[in-house]
């Protein structure tokens, strides 16, 4: 066999590579991987000569072309999994794990090569309920957290080939697998920042009350049972991989601690990470029963591959010590790195780390940014055809949706209703009857769709979904913190007459991006717009940047969920007039400082479930050292 292995320098690909050099030595191996912040080719010391390794991208077809000669089995592993920066390049997500696996597809059919089997993850599933004895299986409607951009394009991936097996026919397989552990898993992920802290005198770092569960399989099994997926699976059959394995993170910690031969007292319980999903946990029976799969690592020998895990860890400092420091780049619009993702080894988490523009020079990453790029509109065209509802609608409707898809802001809204099922809840979509768009003449964001829908008595009427035009995967809301002389004093907020409500409020800054707008690009002109400050001219510094996760203000009208950001800015003596803790100061235009002092009075006044939400997920959820509501409040900077 001539396998292709996409990802097979990250860390479930390279276990794949391994087990099957062991396995299968007469085959021959190409590995195809981008080296992004999680691919390590040191992954494979000691098998590199073994194998054809080819530095590449799955997003170009070029490349992927060349990887596909003298092909006959893919298997893709490749894609972005680190959520964290998902937070400030949302695009990158997408480009690499939907636009990347189409890639491979239309490539691997256009070299002929007779198998591909696609690998996903069960967080396409979203959550099952903590005290439920549910578990996921292949019938599992895909119900993805709108906070996990991982999972939304994960769950697009595996759309997109289904759809591409049933045009083609091509043989496809795809596997849906539960939290992997084992040896060369990045040291930021759960199992092993416990073990490498515990080696380094860190505490074990529990994110909540340590009862969110996960279904633990080790990488060996699951290499298995890929192996069986492309020997005895059918054609168009998506498998479900777990060991049976599903327990708190509270009790992997206890037993790991123990296992190492410390006490509970070195567990070390944090704030807890944004969406968190509560419970994964998979049924394999089709694998168990069809396939003839046994997994060999489960809940009654789990301390057997936690011991080896453990010792793999201990054995290999050279590996991941390094790995500690690497840090995920952040790029802006020109695609010159302006910050960084490392590792928070005290809060088992990621943190976000400002960069000063001059440093940055030198660091560009490629561009991948979506605009209006023809396969984005094909895809999702192609999603639209695809449901009743839309079938069901009227020409003139149909093309006024498809137009839509054209225009770059409104793209993302039809994407996310191309998202949508059949059924809503209890309601069957049945076609859409009307839509209204603000035309861009008139500078208005807007879209409004109304659908027909009918309940399970077969009675039928209309509800409306409303979006501001980018959709759900951008826009972003700016909660602005003054720092002045090491201290923070004051809120920069707008005060600014709404229309809609026939008053003054006050409000965060932001909007949406501009087409191919980084994040980063966004916060310097929103800052600027809507504040009028600028942090490009010397005078006021930008910080900090914090992922605060996203927020709908009313789930029951509309789609639109911004990201937040907290940002921290360092003001110099000379921006404003002198600033004294506790006052109010109101600049010429909209901008308004408000001070930390006086904070309750401030939400006293704002009903922005924006504002409200950012200070709430600041102040409480422990992603930075800030906290707010505190006269004597000051900023901790990172030891």
Request: hydrophobic content about 35%.
């Amino acid at each position: 066999m001539n396998i292709l292995i996409t990802g097979g320098a990250g860390f479930i690909g390279s276990n794949f590579v391994h087990y099957w050099i062991k396995k299968h030595p007469n085959d021959k191996i190409r590995v195809l991987d981008a080296l992004t912040f999680a691919g390590n080719k040191a992954n494979l010391n000691g098998v590199l000569r073994k194998i054809d390794f080819v530095e590449g991208d799955i997003t170009s077809h070029d490349q992927v072309a060349a990887s596909m000669k003298g092909i006959d089995t893919v298997v893709h592993f490749a894609a972005e999994s680190h959520v964290d920066r998902s937070i400030f390049d949302p695009s990158r997500f997408w480009k690499t794990n939907v636009e990347g696996t189409q890639v491979l597809l239309e490539e691997a059919l256009k070299a002929k090569v007779p198998r591909f089997h696609h690998v996903s993850t069960d967080e396409v599933y979203g959550e099952l309920a903590l005290d439920s004895k549910e578990r996921f299986n292949e019938d599992t409607p895909y119900a993805p957290q709108p906070d996990n951009l991982y999972a939304i394009s994960k769950a697009e991936a595996d759309r997109v080939t289904r759809e591409f097996y049933k045009q083609t026919g091509m043989f496809i397989t795809i596997s849906n697998c539960s939290n992997n552990y084992g040896p060369f898993q990045f040291p930021e992920k759960f199992i092993p920042i416990l073990v490498t802290n515990l080696i380094d005198g860190y505490k074990a770092p529990v994110h909540g009350d340590g009862q969110h569960v996960r279904d633990w399989i080790h990488t060996s099994d699951h290499a298995t049972a890929v192996d069986l997926i492309l020997e005895k699976g059918k054609p168009g059959e998506t498998y479900l991989v777990g060991s049976r394995n599903d327990v708190p993170n509270k009790y992997i910690a206890e037993r790991i601690v123990n296992l190492y031969g410390k006490d509970d007292s070195w567990i070390k319980y944090v704030p807890d990470r944004h969406s968190n999903d509560r419970r994964y946990a998979i049924d394999s029976t089709r694998m168990i029963k069809e396939l003839g799969w046994k997994p060999a690592i489960t809940r009654e020998n789990f301390d057997d591959g936690l011991k080896d895990t453990i010792s793999w860890y201990k054995g290999h400092p050279e590996w991941w010590r390094p790995l500690l420091k690497r840090k995920a780049m952040i790029a802006d619009g020109d695609q010159k790195v302006f910050a960084y993702v490392e590792i928070d080894r005290n809060l088992g988490k990621t943190k976000f780390i400002y960069k000063e523009q001059e440093e940055g020079k030198k660091d560009k990453l490629k561009s991948r940014m979506l605009g209006s790029d023809p396969n984005k509109v094909s895809l999702i065209v192609h999603k639209l055809k695809s449901h009743a509802w839309y079938k069901n609608s009227s020409k003139p409707i149909q093309k006024k949706v498809v137009d839509l898809v054209k225009i770059a802001r409104t793209s993302g809204f039809v994407d996310d209703l191309a998202n949508r099922p059949e059924l809503m809840g209890t309601l069957k979509q049945n076609k859409i009857v009307k839509i209204e768009y603000s035309p861009d003449k008139f500078g208005i964001y807007g879209v409004a769709i109304w659908f027909e829908v009918e309940n399970p008595q077969g009675e039928t009427h209309v509800e409306g979904y409303y979006s501001w035009a980018m959709g759900v995967k951008s826009g972003a809301k700016l909660l602005v913190l003054i720092r002045h002389k090491d201290r923070i004093t004051h809120l920069a907020l707008t005060k600014e007459e709404k229309f809609p409500m026939g008053s003054v409020i006050y409000n965060l800054a932001g909007g949406f991006p501009r087409i191919n707008e980084s994040v980063f690009d966004l916060i310097h002109r929103k800052l600027e717009d809507d504040l009028g400050i600028d942090v490009k001219n010397g005078s006021v510094k930008l910080g900090e940047i914090i992922g605060l996760g996203r927020v709908m203000p009313d789930s029951g009208m509309t789609n639109n969920h911004p990201f937040l950001y907290a940002l921290v800015l360092d003001l110099e003596d000379n921006i404003f007039p002198p600033i004294k803790m506790g006052e109010i100061y109101e600049g010429a235009g909209k901008l308004v400082l408000w001070p930390i002092e006086r904070l309750q009075e401030l939400v006293n006044k704002v009903d922005d479930s924006y504002f409200l939400s950012a200070l709430a997920r600041l102040t409480l959820s422990g992603v930075s050292d800030i906290k707010l509501g505190d006269k004597r409040v000051v900023w901790q900077k990172h030891q």
